[in-house]
C-alpha cells in the first residue's frame, strides 16, 4: 500500500469516527431533553408571549400596522373614496380589499396584534406588581461587611461622649426617614448598623405606566365596539335630530344599538367667513382665515333652545357627543316647473365646492317632473367673472355676483331601479340634453337679477328658478364612550413614566463603630444607587450635612 493510499484511509476512518461520534451525542442529547408535550409547549409558549421583549415587539408592530391606515382611505370614514380607488385600481384595488387594507383597524391582522399585545402586558404586569409588591413591605438589604467597596462610601468621626451607639442608630434612622427612607436597625456582633432604601415609587411607576397602556387599549376597544361616527349636511335654516335616517353617512361600532343615540337636536342659524382681504405676494388673496357657525342646540328632548357657535379648531360638545365642523359651501335655492305647470321641486341644493373661489359643483335630481324626469348638473359661481374665451369662473370665494351655470336634461333618472345612487353624480346614459353649449338652445345661466332669474326649458319641459342663496355646513358627529377613559389611562402613564425616569432607587448604609480609646466614635457609610444616578454623591454629602447638624465632628 503505497502512502498516498494510507493517507486516504486514515482520513476515511478519521470521518467515520467523527460521525459516529456526533450520532452518539445526538441521540444522549435527544435522550436527556424529551419532548415538551402539549402542555408543556403551551407553558413555553405562554413564557414567550408574557416577556417585556415580546411586549414591545408587539408595540412596534401595533404602530407599524397602523401605517395602512393613514396611507389608502378607509370604509368606515369615507366609503365612496375607497370605491373609486377600487374602480381606478382595477389589478390592485381587489387584492388590497381582500388584505382588509381599507378596514384596518378592524381586520383581522390588527385585532389579532391588538389582542397580543394586550394579553402580553397583562401577562407582564401581573407577576412582576406581585413581585415589587411583596418587595414593598420586605425590610432594606443588610448592610454588607465592607462599606468601602461601594461606589460612594466615607467615615464620619464624632467626638466622644454624645451618646451610646442605639442612641446613635435612632438619630440616623430618623434623619433617613426624613429624606423619605425606609429603615431598620441590625444588631451583628455587637455592632449596630442602620440600613435604608428609598424609590421604589420607580418601579410602582414602571408598573403604572404598563397598566395605563392596557386602560388605553381597553378604553380603545370600547370605543370602537360601542361608539359611532356620522357625517351630515345642513343647510341654514334647516335642523338635525340624532336618529339614524337623518345621517347621511354613518359608521356604527361593532356592539352599537341604535337606542344609545343621545336625542339632541341642531339647527343652523347662520355661518360666517372672514376672509383675508390684504395684498400677498403669493398672490392668495381672499383666503379664508375663520369659520364660525351660529346653532341652535337643544340637549335633550325636553331641554330649552340654546345657541352655540362651532368652529373648526372648537368643536361642539352636546349629550357626551362631540360634533366637529368639517366643511362648508353654498346651496342655491332652486324652483323646478315641470312640463305640465306643477312645482316639481322647490329647495336648497348642496353646491360642492372645487376649489378656493368655491366654484362648486351642482347637481339636481327632479324624478317627480311630469311627463318626464328632469335633471341639471353645472357649477355655481359666487362671484361671476367672464374670461377673455368667454368662460366664466369664479372671481371671490364671496358671494358677490352669483349665478349658476347649467346644463339640462329629461328622460329616465335610473332611481327606480332601487341601486344606490351617488347623489352628485347624474346618470345621462338614458337621458336626453336639453341644453348645453353645444346645442343651439345654449346652456342654462341663472342670476339673482329679475332679468335673468328664471329659464324657460325648451321642448315645453317646464322652468327652472334661481331664489335665493344659503350656506351650508358639513359636520361629523363622534361619539366615543371610551374617550374619557382615554384620558385618564394616558395622563396616568404619564405620570407613571415620568416617575420612572426621575425617581431615583437608593440605598444607604450607616456603621456605627464602638469608641476608640480616646473615646471618639466612626460612623462609616455607604450608597448604592440601581443604575445610573449622577445625583447620588449630593445625596451623600447632605446625609453627612445632617449628620454633623446633630452631633459635633471630631477635628
Request: one cysteine or more.
Amino acid at each position: 500500500m503505497t502512502k498516498k493510499d494510507a493517507a486516504k484511509k486514515a482520513a476515511a476512518n478519521e470521518a467515520a469516527t467523527k460521525k459516529a461520534t456526533a450520532k452518539k451525542q445526538a441521540k444522549q442529547q435527544k435522550q436527556l431533553a424529551p419532548a415538551l408535550g402539549p402542555i408543556g409547549m403551551m407553558r413555553w409558549a405562554w413564557t414567550q408571549l408574557t416577556t417585556m421583549r415580546t411586549a414591545m415587539v408587539l408595540l412596534m408592530l401595533l404602530a407599524v400596522a397602523a401605517v395602512p391606515g393613514s396611507l389608502f382611505p378607509q370604509r368606515n370614514q369615507d366609503p365612496q373614496s375607497v370605491a373609486q380607488y377600487i374602480a381606478e385600481h382595477e389589478v390592485a384595488g381587489p387584492i388590497l380589499d381582500k388584505l382588509q387594507l381599507f378596514d384596518v383597524f378592524t381586520s383581522v391582522w390588527f385585532s389579532a396584534i391588538y389582542l397580543l399585545l394586550f394579553v402580553s402586558l397583562i401577562g407582564c404586569v401581573i407577576p412582576r406588581a406581585r413581585q415589587h409588591a411583596r418587595a414593598t413591605v420586605r425590610p432594606p438589604a443588610r448592610t454588607p461587611v465592607r462599606l468601602n467597596r461601594m461606589p460612594v462610601n466615607g467615615v464620619i468621626e464624632l467626638k466622644a461622649n454624645q451618646g451610646d451607639s442605639e442612641e446613635i442608630a435612632q438619630t440616623l434612622r430618623s434623619i433617613l426617614r426624613k429624606r423619605r427612607y425606609r429603615t431598620s436597625i441590625e444588631e451583628n456582633k455587637g455592632q449596630v448598623s442602620v440600613a435604608a432604601e428609598r424609590g421604589y415609587l420607580r418601579e410602582w411607576g414602571n408598573l403604572t405606566f404598563h397598566v395605563s397602556l392596557i386602560g388605553v387599549l381597553i378604553a380603545v376597544a370600547v370605543g370602537g365596539l360601542f361608539g359611532y361616527n356620522g357625517q351630515r349636511i345642513i343647510v341654514q335654516g334647516e335642523g338635525f335630530t340624532n336618529t339614524l335616517i337623518a345621517y347621511d353617512q354613518f359608521s356604527p361600532g361593532q356592539r352599537f344599538k341604535a337606542e344609545n343615540l343621545q336625542p339632541f337636536q341642531l339647527k343652523l342659524k347662520d355661518f360666517k367667513i372672514q376672509f383675508d382681504r390684504q395684498e400677498r405676494a403669493d398672490g392668495k388673496y381672499g383666503q379664508p382665515i375663520d369659520y364660525e357657525a351660529n346653532l341652535d342646540v337643544r340637549h335633550s328632548p325636553d331641554a330649552e333652545w340654546v345657541t352655540e357657535k362651532l368652529k373648526v379648531n372648537e368643536p361642539l360638545r352636546v349629550a357626551g357627543t362631540d360634533i366637529y365642523l368639517l366643511g362648508n359651501g353654498y346651496a342655491p335655492m332652486i324652483t323646478v316647473t315641470d312640463g305640465e305647470g306643477n312645482v316639481a321641486f322647490s329647495g336648497p341644493v348642496v353646491a360642492q365646492p372645487q376649489d378656493p373661489s368655491y366654484m362648486s359643483l351642482v347637481v339636481l335630481k327632479v324624478p317627480d317632473a311630469k311627463p318626464t324626469q328632469l335633471g341639471f348638473q353645472g357649477f355655481f359661481l359666487p362671484t361671476t367673472v367672464m374670461g377673455e374665451n368667454g368662460v366664466a369662473y369664479s372671481g371671490d370665494p364671496e358671494a358677490l355676483a352669483p349665478s349658476l351655470n347649467l346644463d339640462s336634461y329629461y328622460g329616465d333618472l335610473g332611481l327606480e331601479t332601487g341601486a344606490p345612487q351617488n347623489v352628485y353624480v347624474l346618470k345621462t346614459e338614458k337621458m336626453t340634453q336639453l341644453n348645453s353649449r353645444k346645442l343651439e338652445a345654449g346652456g342654462i345661466v341663472l342670476g339673482l337679477n329679475p332679468q335673468n332669474r328664471e329659464y324657460k326649458l325648451p321642448e315645453g319641459k317646464g322652468t327652472i328658478r334661481f331664489d335665493g342663496l344659503k350656506r351650508f355646513i358639513g359636520i361629523e358627529v363622534h361619539h366615543d364612550p371610551g374617550k374619557p377613559w382615554l384620558l385618564g389611562f394616558s395622563m396616568l402613564a404619564v405620570a407613571g413614566l415620568l416617575a420612572s425616569l426621575f425617581i431615583p432607587r437608593r440605598r444607604v448604609w450607616f456603621k456605627v463603630s464602638d469608641p476608640d480609646e480616646a473615646g471618639k466614635r466612626r460612623i462609616e457609610y455607604a450608597l448604592l444607587a440601581r443604575g445610573e444616578d449622577p445625583r447620588l454623591q449630593t445625596e451623600a454629602e447632605a446625609l453627612v450635612k445632617a449628620v454633623s447638624g446633630r452631633y459635633t465632628l471630631a477635628e
